[in-house]
């Protein structure tokens, strides 16, 4: 691929000339003097050209900053290639594969040359997107370093929003700038548990503090939490501490300061969510493997008695936040045990070779007292599918809604219809409206939608017993690959879901 583009119209083929006819020239330029495994280049130019060529020329020939030696402005652009700036001059740019994008980047700034920087701040944008991500923690370096090139900061931490187990998992991780890593961790939507993006954080801090490379917490000091609670202390404004658990935090919160610390403990404690400078709300994104916005705006409807039943999504005053992800967590009941509280809780399930998701909503997942029912009139359990006249591959296309699998994908994405059923606690039921835990599995009713067991923790079953309609087309005992366990917060509707 080559594209060829042209700039400084009026001066490219007078200064062409002038490059290869340099007599009389009263400017010498040293490129590339700080450029390892580079030797610089002089070149040798017309002040008058290079003044009506770009504003940098203009101030770097003033009386103020030029720099004389036997009558000859002297001009150093030390972290310039040669080439690159070879090919600028000549004012008709031809782009190829082996074209050093990066380095005409650079050049073009240090040149301020905004419209050679604009185009190829597009081109790389537009043209090579798998360059980009191919080359992200160099280009990502580079364009932190430049003020001018938002548009390829935005794109670059858009990939890792959408995608950051990669970009964590490799090694260049831990050689990312501080600047790069404080705004991947402003980002709203980035698709990764809390817990992880600290563990994340605490080794980059651990990489980054000299002392500490070679050093686990087991063999940690007290100067040592010192010294890497130093390291860390630009990232922890970002961090949303209140979307971790409590266990994930253990041994760690002396990294976090008194403040923070007092804040998460009445959190943990009181589970009552207070908007403080130090303690930020959980992320706006939903952090779910089963379930897209679509489906989480249609439940928010469903708990406020809106009954809800298109796909587009709704501004909602709840956020749920995942407490509990059973794939993660081994399908351990007992770990899941020390999750549910006394707040309001969505259960979801992914079935078994269906593409089916199932699940419930209860104002509360314990009882007073254990084996017994939990008595709400505000439960109810539902089931999503996807239209089957939508989508013959009923599993991908339902794993697509939203761009799960696809997050950042630039393909147009398009949104199978979701169907759904809905069905509440009937109203001579709701003294059995939910099954308390300690019977040993997950449990709406005694079966109108059972989830997980002792023998088998992926089992499943349905049949309708107290609540107004079957949530699937067939009674009896199934699968489930996944489940998921949801706390729903209110939260003002400015904030969204």
């Known amino acids: ?90 004012g008709s740019i031809t782009i190829t594969e082996n074209t050093n994008m990066l380095g005409l980047l650079t050049t073009a700034d240090e040149l301020v040359l905004e419209e050679l920087f604009s185009y190829a701040q597009n081109f790389l944008i537009t043209q090579k997107p798998a360059w980009l991500r191919q080359n992200l923690y160099k280009v990502l370096d580079l364009a932190f370093k ?205 079935v078994s070779g269906t593409g089916e998701v199932v699940g419930g909503y209860t104002p509360t997942m314990t009882s007073k007292q254990p084996n017994k029912y939990i008595a709400t009139k505000d439960s109810f359990i539902f089931s999503f599918r996807v239209d089957r006249e939508f989508s013959g591959n009923l599993d991908d296309e339902y794993s697509n809604i939203d761009g799960i699998k696809n997050r950042g994908s630039t393909m147009k994405k398009t949104h199978a219809p979701i169907k759904h059923v809905l069905s509440r606690v009937l109203l001579n039921c709701w003294e059995r409206a939910v099954t308390d835990i300690s019977f040993g599995f997950l449990s709406f009713g005694m079966s109108d939608l059972r989830i997980g067991g002792i023998l088998n923790p992926k089992s499943a079953y349905c049949k309708r017993e107290s609540y107004e309609l079957r949530i699937r087309n067939v009674d009896g005992p199934f699968h489930i690959d996944e489940y998921e366990v949801f706390q729903v917060l209110k939260v003002a509707p400015s904030d969204g879901l």
């Open 1 to 90: 691929m080559n594209i060829t583009s042209t700039f400084f119209n009026n001066l490219s083929s007078d200064f062409s000339n002038f490059l290869k006819n340099t007599d009389d020239y009263n400017v010498i330029i040293k490129v590339g003097t700080a450029i390892e495994n580079m030797g610089a280049k002089m070149f040798e130019a017309h002040s008058a050209i290079l003044r009506a060529r770009c504003s940098y020329f203009r101030a770097a020939l003033s009386s103020d900053w030029a720099k004389k030696e036997h009558d000859k402005f002297i001009l150093t652009l030390p972290n310039t290639l040669p080439d690159i700036f070879e090919l600028i001059l000549s």
């Open 146 to 350: 430049l003020d001018t090139a938002k548009e390829l900061q935005e794109y670059c931490i858009n990939i890792v929003t959408y995608a950051p187990e990669k970009f964590f998992a490799s090694d260049e991780f831990f050689s990312v700038q501080e600047s790069v890593l404080v705004s991947i961790l402003q980002q709203e939507e980035i698709c990764l548990d809390e817990q992880d993006i600290w563990q994340h954080v605490i080794e980059w801090g651990l990489m980054n503090t000299p002392t500490l490379k070679n050093k686990g917490f087991s063999d940690f000091q007290k100067e040592d939490y010192l010294e890497l609670a130093n390291t860390l202390a630009p990232f922890l404004p970002h961090i949303r501490f209140s979307d971790i658990p409590k266990r994930h935090l253990l041994n760690k919160e002396t990294l976090l300061p008194g403040k923070l610390r007092e804040e998460l403990s009445e959190y943990y404690s009181t589970n009552v969510f207070k908007l403080s400078s130090n303690l930020l709300p959980p992320r706006a994104r939903l952090c779910s493997e089963i379930i897209t916005s679509h489906h989480s705006s249609l439940i928010a409807s469903w708990i406020d008695h809106r009954d809800y039943t298109t796909t587009g999504k709704v501004c909602s005053p709840y956020r749920f936040k995942l407490v509990f992800r059973a794939s993660r967590e081994n399908f351990s009941l007992k770990i899941l045990r020390q999750e549910l509280l006394d707040v309001p809780m969505i259960i979801v399930a992914k």
